[in-house]
């Protein structure tokens, strides 16, 4: 009985350390942050919340066999790009819940937004288009905006992050999205993004999300 007992104990301690520990630290991101501001003419005047981003749609069908999975690793080469578009983001806090969002949208875009409580963490990519472009299933209608759930997410923060107003949050995310379907000169592609956020923001109180 005693070795039951401490057998369901440690799997307990086991599953509190995996919620606690889903997100990594990564000092490299305040470097990071320092590299894209410099590039960024607009910084220098104090804009506040800044993010930037990278982005790739992999084309799924066009570069891979159905029966075979591509060599090419886009989360590799999403990583390691240095060279990221540059947008206002926001960073929220309600009871235990922080939101981050930000994009480029005029007509169409691209954005992000995500919630994240001290043991879990839950990102979406953002499409739109000034046309019915996109599908989330095969079968599914054309619709105009696509909230896509990240299939897999790696979440970096430079320290641990501090759910109160005011506190600074610095972070490097990547997100994979499910796939969807887009129109296209065949009429129908099968496609997944890959998008890398890297934000500096101050939390601030929002009222409900």
Not at 4 to 14: A, D, E
Not at 86 to 93: D, E, F, I, K, W
Request: some cysteine; overall charge negative; hydrophobic content about 30%.
């Amino acid at each position: 009985m005693k070795v039951i007992y401490l057998i369901i104990l440690s799997l307990f301690i086991c599953s509190c350390n995996s919620q606690e520990n889903f997100y990594e630290i990564d000092k490299s991101i305040e470097n990071d942050l320092k590299v894209n501001k410099e590039a960024d003419e607009m910084s220098k005047f104090g804009t506040g919340n800044l993010s930037y981003f990278i982005f790739s749609n992999s084309k799924m069908e066009k570069m891979t066999d159905e029966n075979e999975q591509s060599d090419f690793d886009f989360k590799k080469m999403i990583d390691t790009t240095n060279t990221l578009l540059r947008n206002v983001c926001h960073c929220q806090l309600k009871n235990d819940t922080i939101k981050i969002s930000g994009g480029i949208f005029y007509g169409g875009g691209i954005g992000y937004q995500m919630k994240m409580t001290k043991n879990e963490f839950n990102g979406q990519i953002v499409l739109a288009s000034d046309s019915k472009t996109y599908k989330k299933t095969k079968d599914g209608e054309f619709i105009k905006e696509l909230y896509l759930a990240s299939e897999h997410q790696d979440i970096r923060f430079y320290e641990k992050p501090e759910f109160k107003i005011d506190s600074i949050l610095k972070g490097k995310i990547i997100l994979t999205s499910e796939n969807y379907y887009t129109k296209s000169s065949d009429g129908l592609e099968k496609d997944q993004t890959i998008m890398k956020i890297l934000f500096e923001c101050k939390l601030s109180e929002y009222g409900g999300f």
